[in-house]
Each structure stands twice: as C-alpha cells, then as structure tokens.
C-alpha cells in the first residue's frame, strides 16, 4: 500500500524482514508484529491512516488500544487457511467497537487458496450478523480466452494448478489482469466484461463458462444487498436482469451503506507477494469504508463533547447560533480535544504521545490539558512537535485537524487512555479565591469525567510473573528507568519492587511477551539483566462465609486510622461488608449514603463535588487492597462484592482504639459525619493517605475472618492445527490428545478439515484435524516447543486466555507447599 501510494521507494516483504510496520529487530526476527505501527498515505485524493496491529494474543492489549480509535477495519485473511484462532480474537475485538471491515483474502496464487472455502469460514467461525459478500471474483489463466502471458509466476505452485492473474470487480464488471506485469510498477490491464468487447476490434475477454460463473456471482451480491438495505431492493426488483442492467453507481452507494451500518462484510482477493488486488483494496477503502465524518466518536470523547460543563469551554454563544446544527460535536469542533492510545520513545525527542483529534487540530506550540490526570493542577503542556509517522520514520508537520492520527512530543504526564483537551476559559482569571471557578475546574478534571474515563481501555492483567536480575548495582537505576518507559508505553507490562525482599518482578501476556521485554530492555536500554523462571499468576477466591447478618452471609471488616493533619489529631473509621458472588471479577458499592451526604449520592451545593471524589478514592484503595489481599499467597482475590456503609471522622479518643469495641459503638454514636469536615481538609494528599490505610485496614480486617479459601488458575484455549503426515505416522493425533490429558486439559472437540478433491497441501500436507482443548497455563510453559518436537514443526499452535478456574483441593495443597518452599528457599 505504501508503495503504490508511493510513500515508500520499495516493497517491504516480511520473509526478508524489510517492512515498513515491523520495524523492531524482535519483530523481523520472528517475523510477527509486536507492537501497533502507524502509517499515513494519499489514496484518490484522501488520506488514509493506518494501524498495523499485531496477530499474536499475547499482543492483544496493543490491538485493543489501536481499534479504540479506529473508523473501520480491514482484515486480512489467508486464503489457504481460512479463518485462525487469531483472527477470532482480533474479529471479536472489532466488534466491540462496532467497527465496519473490509475482509481480503491474501495468497490467492497459492495451490490451497480458495475464495469459496474462506468465506464458508468466515460464516461457520465467525458466525454473527454480518453477510459476508464477495465483491470480488478471482481470475486464474485458463478463465482468458486465447493463450496467457508466462509473465507472472507463482513461486511454489503446481504446475498443474491454474496461475492466479486477476480479479473481476462484481460491482463495476471489471475485469483486471496482471498476467503480463513484470514488476511491480507495471500497471495492470482493464476490461469491462459486459461493453468492451462490443467495440470495434477487441474481443470477449473471458471464456464462456468463466463470464457465466462471474455473472452468477454478481447475481448473488446484488440479492444480498436487496436483502439488507431497502431503498436497492426496490431498483432491484423491478428488472428482471438486474445483474446487467442496474447502474455501477447505484450498487455502489447500495454496498457503501450496508457496509457502514455493518450489514454486510466485502470480500475481496489478491495476492501481496505477487502485488494482485493491493490497488483494489485501497479503492474499496476508499470507496467503501467511512470516514470520521460518518462515525461516532468512542463513548468517553462523546460524552465529553456533550456535557453541559463543557460550556465553559464553549466558543461564544453568537458562534453557537450561527452553527447549522445543534450536534455538540460540531458546536465544540474548533476546540482540540484528543484521545492517547499509544506511547512510544524516541531516543532524541523522548515520550512521543500518539494520539487520534476529534475535534479542533494541534500545531507545535499548543497549549493542551490533560483532562485525566490533571487533579486539580490547572497548568497545561505545550507541545514541542507535531510528528506524522511511517513505521519508525517521523515526519514534522505544521499542523494536523480532525481525523488525523499524528505522535506529539513535549507531553511528559501523559498515558495511554488519556484524554486532553484545551483550558477552561476561566482557567486563566481565576484567582486565589474565586473558589467557584476552581470548583468548576476541578468538577471538569476529576469529578464528572471520572466514571468516563475509566472507560477508555480495557483493564488487562498480566498472567504470567517472572523475577528479574540486574547484572550488578551499577545497573539499578538504569533499569528502574527502563521498566517505567516501558510500563508507560505497554499498559499491559508490569514490573514491581518487592520493598520486603528488594526483588524486582514483571509481568505480562505470556513468555513471548517477557521475552521481547527483556530483549528490548537489553537493545534499547543497555540493561544488563535476567529474567528468572515464569510464574503464573494465580487469583483467590472465598469458600462459603459462615458468618450471618440479617439473612445474608458477609464478612464485616473495620478499619481505623490516626494521623495529625495540620497540627489537628484525626482518626478515620471505615467500615464495609464483603460478600460472595459467583462472578469471577471484584465490584466496590456503597449500600447506603454517607452521613452528611444526600441520599441520591448527589452533592449539595456546600460540598462542592468532593463526595464524588472520596467515593472514587474509596473505591480505588478497596480494588488496591484487594490486588494483594488473598491470605494464601498475597494473590489478587476475587468473587467478592463490597459494600462500604460508613466512613466516620473525628478525634483519635473519639473512636475506639479495639476494633471488637467498634460495632456496639457504632449503634450508639452516629454523631461523627465525614460531610462536616471542610473541603480544604478531605482533598489534602495528607488526608487521603488516612483514608487509604484505613480502608486497606477495613479489607484485610474483614478477609482474616475468612477460613476457607480456594486457589483460582488461569486457563488457556488450546487450538492445535495437526496435519495427518504422509511419512507413516499417523499417531500424531493421538500423541497430541494423550500429551494434552497428561497436562489436564479438557478436550472439547476434535474435527477434520478436509481440502477441496484433488487439492494438496505441501503446507499442511492434505487434510487436516483441529483439536479445541481448554488446559491449565502452568501445564502449557515451554508448549511450543513440545508442540515441534511431536509434529516435526508441522503443527500450528494458538493460545489465548479463556477464565480462571479453582484448582482441585489435592493440587492446591501441593501447590502451596511448592509455592511457600520456594519462597522461604
């Protein structure tokens, strides 16, 4: 694509390990995209941006960050394959997102490929909605009437097998050829199938059956659409041959619209290696695909636009009026508001914040706010530089608008899932105490748009853990740096110090993941270090609760805390309830209202926004605590529910020091209202570290009397693409499923794929059997490499993170003794 739109001054092949997009030595090495690569181009007067994202699913957190702001999709699909275990999961990932796509079916010269077989797979594996419509028909040589050019060939085909040349455009009838191209800047030959040949001196271009079987398929489309969009059907229905007679343009617009509302899916054919149908593809971008005109912004940006605080950053009212429609979007489109889904580094320039413009447009020298993270701090960031990227080329810029995806440099507290936006436009009148403004501003910032923006990223939690060494002291502080990059960048990279034992952990996806971390840390960092052996990162839930209160089985859990605060004694009271769920995830509520707070949990006038805020502290020092609070292994529990009832202050002799003391003091003394401290007192860093230990006191306090709890592991999907070999042994499936049982895995199906008769595969040596299993992640590390040995590397192996599941009693006694042993050694 780069090249035809001539970005690029030479074809990047991933055998060669010369692409644009794969520019990391980790990723040409193996192959595979690791991380989401950006590149822009000018196709039939617009300009496309694209997103590179990576197949492999412990690089799924990369995909997810690129897909939140995209317009569409394209999907590449290998025609010899059909659909994989990881075009499932990046599928469903656009779904999410409600994304329109465009399927191509890549390797069409290969013996295997066919356009049938891969769309019955887009329908059997992808099942949904969605029609999956080919808009185009393949070409293979002996389709042409009269002898074809040797020009093109196909670099391991059968010599038996027809060369695939082309494809036939199902919209317009245009038939395009490449069967004479010798390189890639050879432009390929039109004919329309239906008029051309009807001019004096030039022939029917296609053989009798293959005009017919490419006037069926047209049949097919057109019925399709009439099927999903009304205003065709009613054009389609009144000719008797409207694969003939209906206007190209109607179809068009008819495919555009049902592609935009997601009813149906094109599919179009070519193959990259031989540079058939890339042209093509960008035309049906183009012609088909939205553009940021015609979609919505992702939830929290729209949300934004709409919020009624947002009229303090408004344009004028006489600007307002002279809007030609009351969309809020177009009403704030001259402000510049953007969403960050990507951080990278760059050696000279530092943190680059990627970002997507939704409104307005940014120029080196802008002045934007973090609407995330600001907090109350009403100083902005200047951007230094507004880059355009091509792989891992940058490219300044003067400007970028809407639409656009450009890297700015200068934003150093920004992260992924940020969203900035400009000032407020009191920001720069307040003063010292005008608190009005200030509430305003900090209601903006922290209070309103925080349940939005928590919305903006998919939470992903690392489930493998490993130690790392540096190679000596010297090397410390450098890593310390290098892992911070390197969280900031990848949200689903950890890395943590252990202040007890001093060691250093990280964690991510899987091995691969860890593996590209420590090899990154080591090219591009000059780390010294070494990773230890995986760990898996196991969860904890509770057994059954004993202990009743009014008809429910809870925990009640109490929290106390004292500090001096501005020279005045304090002590803080949390108490709340843990309940049992069934849902393998963790939910924070607050059952009843605070005293001193309103009963809708809306804040009265006085209290100037600062219950939400406490509530939102509250409830992220309950999710912290509870991140290590498992009394087995200091494991992340969940399958609990919170309640916090109350949260009390006042003077460290007011509230009993013995916790067994607190209940039958509740029930007499309901005096102490955490309303009634000033909002100066309860947004004071010293006063919202009380609260955190008091809280974290209160969980822990209400676990300990827990007895019983229960190890939760996480399983993996196993899906494994064996091949039944032609050497003699044909106990490769069965060493499989006996190697799978040996590990626990419960199998879930066995199936065979049979090719089309008189098809082979050198690839995967004729039919095959796809084996669905579900297995235990400490039962898979090192698998790939088992996987190798059984096949001969003929196997194809996917893994992907199914849930978390409670190991057996037997085994989590064995694996506490091994877990403690470790530890203690």
């Known amino acids: 694509m780069l090249y035809f739109s001539h970005r690029t001054r030479y074809i990047g092949e991933v055998d060669r390990g010369d692409t644009v997009t794969d520019y990391l030595p980790e990723e040409r090495d193996r192959g595979i995209t690791i991380i989401g690569a950006v590149a822009s181009l000018n196709w039939n007067g617009c300009t496309l941006h694209l997103l590179d994202t990576p197949g492999h699913v412990d690089f799924t957190m990369e995909v997810e960050r690129c897909l939140t702001v995209m317009d569409s999709a394209v999907v590449i699909l290998d025609g010899t394959k059909g659909v994989q275990a990881q075009t499932q999961t990046v599928w469903h990932q656009a779904d999410r997102y409600y994304l329109p796509r465009l399927v191509f079916v890549n390797k069409m010269d290969r013996d295997t490929a066919s356009l049938t077989r891969s769309v019955h797979s887009l329908a059997s594996r992808l099942k949904s909605n969605f029609r999956y419509v080919p808009i185009h028909w393949p070409i293979f040589a002996h389709d042409l009437v009269g002898p074809p050019s040797k020009s093109l060939k196909g670099a391991g085909q059968d010599v038996n097998r027809p060369r695939f040349i082309g494809l036939v455009d199902l919209v317009t009838l245009k038939l395009k050829n490449w069967s004479h191209c010798t390189s890639p800047d050879d432009q390929h030959t039109t004919h329309c199938i239906l008029y051309d040949h009807a001019k004096p001196g030039t022939k029917e271009p296609l053989s009798a059956s293959s005009k017919k079987a490419v006037m069926e398929a047209r049949s097919q489309l057109l019925a399709n659409i009439a099927e999903v969009d009304e205003e065709f059907a009613d054009h389609f229905l009144k000719l008797d041959h409207p694969e003939s007679c209906l206007p190209n343009e109607l179809i ?11 009813r149906i899916v094109p599919v179009l054919v070519g193959s990259s290696r031989h540079n058939i149908g890339v042209q093509s593809l960008l035309d ?41 429609t009351t969309d809020n979007y177009d009403i704030y489109s001259t402000l510049p508001i953007m969403l960050v889904f990507k951080i990278c580094f760059d050696p000279h320039r530092g943190a680059l914040s990627l970002v ?72 720069g009148k307040v003063r010292s105490g005008n608190t009005k403004q200030e509430e305003d501003f900090n209601d903006l910032a922290v209070g309103d748009l925080d349940d939005l923006l928590m919305s903006v990223s998919t939470e992903c939690k690392p489930v493998v853990y490993a130690a790392i060494e540096p190679a000596s002291l010297s090397v410390v502080r450098p890593m310390e740096k290098a892992l911070n990059c390197l969280q900031r960048e990848d949200p689903s990279f950890t890395a943590r110090l252990d202040p007890e034992t001093g060691q250093w952990t990280i964690g991510g996806m899987g091995d691969l993941h860890l593996e590209v971390i420590m090899s990154r840390l080591r090219r591009e960092y000059k780390v010294d270090a070494r990773m230890g052996p995986l760990l898996i990162a196991y969860k904890e839930c509770p057994g059954v609760i004993t202990n009743m209160e009014h008809g429910k089985r809870v925990l009640v859990g109490y929290g106390r805390a004292c500090a001096s605060i501005n020279g005045r004694d304090r002590a803080l009271l949390v108490e709340l309830r843990v309940e049992s769920t069934d849902e393998r995830t963790v939910q924070v509520h607050f059952s009843r209202p605070w005293h001193g707070f309103s009963e809708s949990g809306v804040d009265e006038p006085s209290t100037g926004g600062s219950h939400h805020r406490l509530i939102q502290f509250v409830r992220q ?50 005096s102490l209202s955490l309303a009634k401290l000033p909002h100066l007192v309860t947004s004071q860093p010293s006063f919202m570290a009380l609260l955190r230990t008091a809280t ?42 006996g190697d799978l049982s040996a590990r626990r895995a419960e199998i879930l199906s066995v199936d065979e794929v049979a090719l089309e008769s008189g098809v082979h595969s050198h690839q995967l040596g004729g039919n095959y059997h796809v084996i669905q299993a579900i297995a235990p992640l400490a039962e898979l590390v090192g698998y790939s490499a088992a996987v190798r040995t059984i096949s001969s590397g003929q196997a194809e192996l996917h893994l992907q993170l199914s849930d978390y599941r409670p190991v057996s009693a037997q085994h989590q006694e064995r694996l506490l003794n091994r877990l403690r042993w470790s530890s203690a050694a």
Request: glycine share 8%; aromatic share 4%; hydrophobic share 35%.
């Open 621 to 670: 020092a309950c999710l912290s605590a509870l991140e290590v609070g498992g009394p087995l292994l200091h494991s992340p529990v969940v399958g609990v529910l919170v309640n916090v009832h109350n949260v009390l202050v006042g003077q460290s002799h007011q509230i009993p020091a013995n916790l067994e003391e607190i209940s039958s003091w509740l029930e007499d003394d309901r």
């Open 356 to 427: 997507r413009i939704y409104s307005g447009s940014v120029k080196p020298g802008s002045l934007l706010y973090n609407w995330t993270r600001t907090k109350g701090n009403i100083a902005g960031e200047k951007v230094l530089a507004v880059l355009q990227l091509t792989g891992d080329q940058r490219e300044s810029v003067s400007s970028a608008g809407r639409g656009s995806i450009v890297a700015l440099s200068g934003l150093q507290s920004t992260s992924s899932g940020d969203v900035l936006g400009p000032p407020l436009r009191s920001a």
């Open 252 to 262: 068009q617009q008819a495919v555009r619209r049902a592609t935009h509302s997601s």
């Open 696 to 737: 974290s006191a209160a969980i822990g306090n209400a676990l300990e009397k827990q007895s019983e709890w229960h190890l939760m592991e996480p399983m993996m999907h196993v899906e494994l693409r064996v091949s039944e070999n032609e050497g003699g042994r044909g106990d490769t499936l069965s060493q499989f499923l």
């Open 284 to 324: 049906a971008v183009v012609d088909y695909l939205p553009d940021p005109t015609e979609r919505p912004v992702p939830p929290v940006v729209g949300q934004i636009l709409q919020s009624q605080r947002l009229r303090n950053l408004a344009p004028t009212s006489t600007a307002r009026s002279e809007s030609s």
